[in-house]
């Protein structure tokens, strides 16, 4: 009897969910509610901020890159550009700073306001939209109609629970992913991959690359020009990376302990193995370097000293301030997520794409519906785009682990995160830290990782580069429009608070790259033959090419 309540708690949530896109309603409804009482129980503020904002147009001088160019300032879509600027400004102007609300309601308030005046766009609106009507006389009404056969196909490409042709052109093995390697130790979990030298000496000391498993690993390993790995393994080191398995229901009960245990530990085992006797770089990738800042100091605790460095790419250790992310994690958007995943077993990859999605309605979701179906153009596809639409799936235990536990009660930063059933100390890491920020992520603001100067105290180089959290990592040699800043930090030092690293970093120029290799470089022993690939002798062999089996899954 007691079982049946909740499996129609459950029940009604998948069915929420489904409708609201994973978000729980009861949230939505808290945070309404929590700015509606407050703001009817000041109603003098109300009046005067209303009057405020209608007399105080939105200010003209700078339009949202979708109601920019010579066209919009055409009457009558200048007409329609001003009034949704206007109403724009003056909701922002209403809902904001209201005496006793709640700021995580606030935020989730204007974040809800902000996908109803995305939708209202004048730029979705074939009759309002400069452009599309531009279009349409120019081909006489066949760009519609093209639309319409891209939207027939991609309703039908979603129906059957596929990606899109283009995104098809992009494989692992084939198209990406092409760096020559063995995968050297499969587990319930990872494939772990050694790729081939391509140097007649390498450093003495190996790479370990450890991506978010919310990823495909190969966004580090995209076309040859773009590679990180590529670059890193042609500059003379021997590189290791982590492909994560994607999970199936039977995978529901593995969390973090597992993800630290079969993942990097175990690679850390098999890495010793082909290199014994040499310490390991550790570099991890957004929540793939949190993982490893978590074995870092475990290590540290147990005295195992395998590390040289460790490295964290768009990589939070505090989450006190984890961006727009925030708005969907507090307890009732946790445990509406929770219920939801003990149904499925594991969070669906189009589940965390739509909560991305919802971060930037304009450009990832309004944009190119009007680009495909009232422009009638397909949005060239890019490699970074098709991995990105090659998602994976969170396991229930995971996902729960993670969002609790580190963004929710920060319990790393915090000192109370258990490893082993002993709590772990950033602060114990005592090798080199690289660590970087981009400077419109807004997965990992760039503030918020660099708050890994006040949990930890050893040397410490910090960069922040242009681009957001995934085009600022793919900033290679000659890519254009991209800089960076560089400040070091010696162990012991006193702290550097955000805004003075901007005032003490020097801008430079181009890729930050060469930067990192040569701080690698730097770190690492002199160069000698490439080790083997593998160790079959302590049981390690080759079973296959890289990139794998584990990637291939959908």
């Not at 896109?21 to 309404?32: D, I, K, V």
């Not at 990105?388 to 920060?410: I, K, Q, V, W």
């Amino acid at each position: 009897m007691n079982e049946e309540p909740d499996e129609l708690d459950r029940t009604l949530h998948a069915f929420w969910g489904q409708l609201g896109g994973g978000m729980s309603p009861a949230a939505q409804m808290l945070a309404w509610s929590d700015w509606a009482i407050h703001l009817a129980t000041q109603p003098g503020r109300a009046a005067r901020v209303a009057i405020d904002a209608a007399a105080v147009d939105a200010p003209g001088q700078v339009h949202e890159p979708r109601l920019s160019g010579k066209e919009w300032d055409a009457w009558p879509f200048s007409l329609y550009r001003q009034a949704h600027e206007a109403a724009a400004h003056r909701l922002r102007t209403f809902i904001r700073g209201v005496p006793g609300v709640d700021r995580h309601h606030e935020h989730l308030v204007a974040f809800m306001a902000r996908q109803w005046l995305e939708l209202l766009s004048p730029a979705n609106c074939a009759v309002t939209n400069p452009q599309v009507l531009q279009k349409i006389a120019a081909t006489g009404g066949s760009s519609l109609a093209s639309g319409a056969m891209h939207w027939i196909e991609d309703a039908g490409r979603a129906a059957l629970g596929r990606s899109s042709a283009e995104a098809g052109s992009f494989r692992p093995g084939r198209e990406v992913a092409l760096t020559p390697g063995k995968v050297i130790l499969r587990n319930e979990l990872i494939e772990l991959i050694q790729y081939a030298p391509a140097t007649p000496t390498v450093h003495a000391e190996p790479v370990l690359v450890v991506s978010a498993w919310i990823m495909k690993y190969y966004v580090l390993d995209l076309s040859p020009h773009n590679s990180l790995i590529r670059h890193l393994v042609a500059k003379g080191h021997t590189v290791f990376a982590i492909s994560w398995k994607n999970p199936e229901a039977a995978d529901a009960k593995l969390g973090m302990a597992a993800y630290l245990r079969l993942g990097v530990m175990a690679s850390l085992d098999a890495v010793e193995a082909v290199a014994p006797q040499r310490r390991i770089h550790a570099v991890g990738y957004c929540l793939g370097g949190t993982l490893m800042a978590i074995a870092a100091a475990a290590m540290a605790r147990d005295r195992d000293d395998r590390l040289a460095t460790l490295t964290l790419l768009a990589a939070q250790t505090d989450f006190t301030e984890p961006g727009e992310l925030g708005l969907f994690i507090d307890e009732s958007q946790l445990a509406f997520l929770e219920d939801i995943m003990s149904r499925q077993g594991y969070l669906g990859a189009e589940q965390m794409a739509a909560a991305f999605q919802a971060l930037r309605p304009g450009d990832l979701v309004w944009a190119p519906m009007v680009r495909n179906y009232l422009l009638g153009e397909r949005v060239p596809m890019t490699d970074l785009m098709a991995w990105n639409a090659d998602g994976t799936r969170m396991p229930c235990r995971m996902h729960s682990d993670y969002l609790r536990g580190l963004f929710l009660e920060n319990t790393l930063a915090e000192g109370h995160y258990l490893v082993d059933g002993r709590p772990v100390s950033l602060n114990d890491i005592d090798v080199p830290v690289f660590a970087l920020g981009t400077r419109t992520d807004h997965v990992a603001p760039w503030r918020s990782v660099y708050k890994i100067h006040l949990l930890c105290d050893a040397e410490l180089t910090f960069v922040l580069t242009e681009g957001g959290h995934n085009a600022g990592i793919l900033s290679e040699p000659g890519h254009p429009h991209r800089s960076h800043r560089l400040l070091k930090r010696k162990r012991n030092a006193p702290y550097v608070a955000p805004d003075e690293f901007l005032e003490r970093s020097q801008e430079m120029a181009g890729s930050w790259w060469p930067c990192f290799e040569q701080w690698l470089a730097g770190h690492s022993g002199p160069k000698r033959r490439p080790p083997g690939m593998g160790s079959p002798q302590r049981g390690y062999p080759t079973l296959g090419d890289a990139p794998g089996t584990y990637v291939l899954a959908r």
